[in-house]
Each structure stands twice: as C-alpha cells, then as structure tokens.
C-alpha cells in the first residue's frame, strides 16, 4: 500500500481511537477502509483526492462481485463496507486532506429487518440453564454468565467487559460501560441471575481469580474472557442441550429482548436495556411469527369455530 495510504489510514485509526470506538469494531472498520484503499491501487489511484463520485460508484459495483466462501457477501457486509468508505472520507474532511466528500450521495444498501432467528422458548431456556454442574467452581461461574445473559441481554463483549463494581446485587443494577458506540447504561438485572452472582462470588470466584482481578467474570485462569471464547462457552452449552435451534451469546440477547415483549413489556424500555440507538432497530421484536398469528385468529376469528355439518341430502 501506498506510503501516503499507510498514513492516512493510521490517522483513521487514532480518530477511532479517540471517538472510543471498541476493541472491536476499530480493527472491522480498518479492514473495510484497506479493502477500499487496495480497491483504489487496483485502478493505479495513489492520491485520495482524485476520489470522485463515479469512482464511488464503480466501488459500489465492484462489491456486488465479492464473495466469501464461495457466496457472495451479504447486504450487510456491504452497507458495512460502504459505511465505512463513508465515515473515512469524514474524517478525511474534518483534517483538511479531502475538500469534498464523493460519498455524500451515497446510495447505501438497505439493511433488512428479518425477525431474529434462534429465539428459545421459556422452557428451552431453562433447561439450558439447568444444565452447568454447580458442584463445580467453573459450572457455578457458568450458570451465572447465563443467567445474566438471559436476565439483562447484554452483549458479549460488553459482559467481558463487566468489573465487580459494575454489579449491584442489592439494588439489582447492572452498569454496562462503553457498550456499543462508547455509550454507557445502567440495566436491571433480576432476582435469580443476581442469586447466583451472589453463589459464584462467594463460592467460586476465588477459585479463579486474585482478589487483584478487578473483571467480574474470569476463565479459569483467572483472565479476561475474549468475546469469542466467551461465545463458545455458550455455544458449547446449547449442544449439549440437544436443542434444534443454533444458541449463541446473541441468540440469548434475542431471547431475553422477546420474552420482555410477550411479557408486555414497553418497547422503549426494551431499548434502552439492550443500548439501541435507535427505536427502529428494537422494533424488529415487535414482529410476529406466523405461530403467534394463527393461535390469535383461532382464538379471534368467527370462522374458526368449527360447525356440525348438515347433510341436506346431496351426498
């Protein structure tokens, strides 16, 4: 790569830095940025200033083709790596290296609003619940990640991120800080899930960590969970619980944001517990599957009441 592109790109690297974007989405957003800047040397650009609109646009084009694995990249692998293009040509302009931004008439793909998949049910939940041995340190530590999973929805990352002090089992708060965005929330976290936060505090945490560990929860090497070991820990427990469905982290922030909606629960405080920016991207809760339509119309609909049938001696 270029050596006026290395620069440009380890400046957009320091302004993530500084805005508190998380360990990680910088290094995502680098890659998307050096996938366009090789994009851009392809075609034997060397000065980001000869960027124009057209070029934007054959980029656009150019996406459609990639693929990853054989398939062609998602819409939303696109409208990411498009988003990107755009937040680098901003900072360009907010320096002084760029004077016109060729991504402000961007047509951004649209990102769909599928309902979430892998949803469990209240009783898939408790049985993958019931199933870490709480005889051991690592099972209680286990059934406690869990339940507060399940309890608060929050983010992988954000639960490796969780210090004792963030944990209010009295008061029954949790505080998420620098969540998605760098924002910080506070998020209610139930009677159960603090129960046995309380069981792994007293009964197995130090088994794991030095009283030194400021993290809340630990592996068992009393460190810092990475987002994806954490991930696999879940993953691990939705096999073993046989259950059809694909369980993950994220999967169980979808359970915990639906069972608030079916429990009547007001969307915009759904929001704020699981730190969406934006109402609309909640509201993807709010649709229903087709099971919840039919057992509605069975119950509603005057056709759904079944009739003798009166034989007037045509068959």
């Known amino acids: 790569m270029a050596e006026r592109f290395d620069r440009l790109l380890a400046g957009y690297n320091e302004y993530l830095q500084v805005r508190g974007f998380s360990p990680r989405t910088v290094p995502e957003y680098l890659r998307n940025v050096e996938r366009f800047l090789a994009y851009l040397q392809e075609l034997n650009i060397s000065d980001i200033t000869q960027v124009d609109q057209r070029i934007i646009a054959a980029y656009q084009v150019f996406l459609l083709d990639q693929k990853y694995r054989d398939r062609p990249i998602s819409a939303v692998t696109k409208l990411r790596r498009l988003s990107t293009v ?16 060729p991504t402000a008439d961007l047509d951004l793909p649209k990102r769909s609003k599928t309902l979430p998949k892998n949803i469990l049910t209240k009783k898939e939940m408790a049985k993958l619940l019931s199933l870490p041995d709480l005889s051991t340190p690592l099972g209680i530590r286990d059934r406690a990640i869990l339940e507060t999973f399940y309890s ?3 983010r992988a990352s954000e639960l490796c991120n969780l210090k004792l002090i963030d ?14 965005n760098a924002k910080d929330r506070v998020v209610p976290i139930g009677e159960i899930a603090c129960d046995y936060i309380e069981l792994y505090l007293t009964k197995a945490r130090r088994f794991l960590a030095p009283v030194s560990q400021p993290l809340l929860f630990v592996t068992k090497s009393g460190r810092k969970f990475h987002y994806t070991t954490l991930s696999h820990l879940v993953i691990k427990y939705g096999k073993k619980a046989s259950l059809k469905k694909q369980v993950s982290a994220h999967s169980l922030r979808h359970t915990c944001a639906s069972h608030l909606l079916k429990g009547k629960a007001d969307i915009r405080y759904i929001q704020e517990i699981l730190g969406h920016a934006s109402l609309a991207t909640t509201q993807v809760y709010t649709k229903v599957d087709i099971n919840d339509l039919k057992k509605v119309h069975h119950r509603c609909h005057p056709r759904e009441k079944k009739e003798v049938p009166i034989n007037d001696g045509w068959y």
């Open 152 to 154: 608060t929805g929050i």
């Open 86 to 101: 755009r937040s680098f040509f901003q900072y360009l302009l907010k320096i002084g290296v760029a004077s016109i931004d």
């Open 167 to 180: 944990v209010d089992t009295v008061r029954g708060e949790l505080r998420v800080t620098k969540g998605k």
